[in-house]
């Protein structure tokens, strides 16, 4: 099947705004904080998806949409099956990357770090906060294995189900949990004209927070 246009000539000259070191706050959270909010503000679809990337102990990258859950000082927080192939990737090479796309606002962010898995009770916390049906889901699923057919899948559903049809509070299994990426460094992207995008990065040196620009 051929494609109805040349990809090689779709082109979007961003101008919306600009990017500044004296427009951006010190901390990297703080600004984060700020892009998400006007994201959030503007209504664009699925603000909080990332693209988490992970590289295997043999070297091998992979990478996958999630959805952030959590954030303050101390990372960015989400939640998956810990027997994923992210998980595996993870428990063999703790440092990953994440990376926020919001076209809508010709903005793009990248977060690199070390990965560390969050406490029990946290995890817990948000589990509960879930709908039943995403807590059975996480029971049913044996996440990035191969399974024979969709009935598999469902299968599994409907006998979680009614094992936990008379529970008000389902418990969350042990290979499910919260993962919070420690960033180290930061990028924001901010499209500009004739491809000359802004780009300021943060670095953290020590305990403090250093401010540069890059070369779009």
Request: a negative charge.
């Amino acid at each position: 099947m051929a494609l109805s246009q040349n990809i090689a000539d779709i082109r979007i000259n961003y101008s919306r705004q600009e990017l500044t070191e004296a427009s951006v706050s010190q901390n990297p959270t703080q600004q984060f904080q700020q892009w998400l909010q006007e994201a959030l503000d503007a209504e664009v679809d699925e603000p909080t998806a990332m693209v988490l990337s992970t590289v295997s102990g043999t070297g091998k990258p992979s990478a996958r949409v999630v959805l952030l859950k959590g954030l303050d000082e101390q990372g960015y927080t989400f939640f998956t099956n810990y027997d994923s192939r992210k998980g595996h990737d993870l428990e063999e090479n703790p440092y990953a990357s994440l990376t926020f796309f919001w076209p809508a606002l010709e903005r793009q962010v990248r977060i690199e770090g070390k990965i560390v898995k969050v406490a029990a009770a946290e995890s817990d916390t948000y589990f509960q906060s879930r709908p039943k049906g995403s807590q059975i889901g996480a029971w049913a699923s044996p996440q990035s294995q191969v399974i024979e057919a969709r009935e598999v899948l469902e299968q599994r559903e409907q006998e979680f189900s009614e094992k936990f049809a008379n529970q008000n509070v389902v418990p969350r299994p042990a290979h499910w949990g919260g993962y919070r990426l420690q960033p180290d460094r930061l990028e924001f992207w901010q499209g500009r004209p004739s491809r000359l995008h802004d780009r300021i990065m943060y670095v953290l040196e020590g305990h403090n927070w250093e401010i540069k620009r890059l070369a779009p």
